[in-house]
């Protein structure tokens, strides 16, 4: 299956069984967009990775995750240019939130970030 016809697939299943729950349908859209992007970024296919990232960032502007993995795919992508990478996080929301609650900050991604880097 092409990604296009994967992805077309993929966000029809969540569409049905999230059906009427526009956040929920958002949310569980750019988390597996953000899974997608990972994979493709661990088989080094970076431009494909930091499509995902981007359109899961355009799902939900607070899903830290991708920022984390764009961060990550565009470090690579540049010759392990740390300050680009970090360029990306820069620019992401100061904290993302489930249900009211603030699950994950940009300092937590910020310093996981630096932790893998380190391992590049």
């Known amino acids: ?33 953000t ?21 899961a960032i355009e799902l939900k502007k607070d899903h830290l995750p991708a920022y984390l993995g764009m961060a990550l795919a565009i470090t690579v992508k540049e ?15 100061n904290e993302m939130k489930m249900g009211g609650k603030v699950i994950i900050t940009k300092k937590d991604i910020l310093e996981q970030f630096k932790e893998m880097i380190g391992k590049i």
């Not at 010759?79 to 929301?93: L, Q």
């Open 1 to 33: 299956m092409e990604k296009d016809d994967q992805k077309i697939h993929k966000f029809n299943e969540l569409e049905r069984e999230h059906s009427g729950d526009e956040v929920m349908i958002d949310f569980t859209k750019a988390v597996w967009l």
């Open 35 to 55: 899974s997608r992007a990972n994979y493709s970024a661990q088989r080094n296919m970076l431009a494909e990775s930091i499509a995902d990232f981007t359109e």
């Open 79 to 93: 010759g392990c240019d740390f300050n680009e990478g970090e360029k990306v996080i820069e620019k992401a929301p």
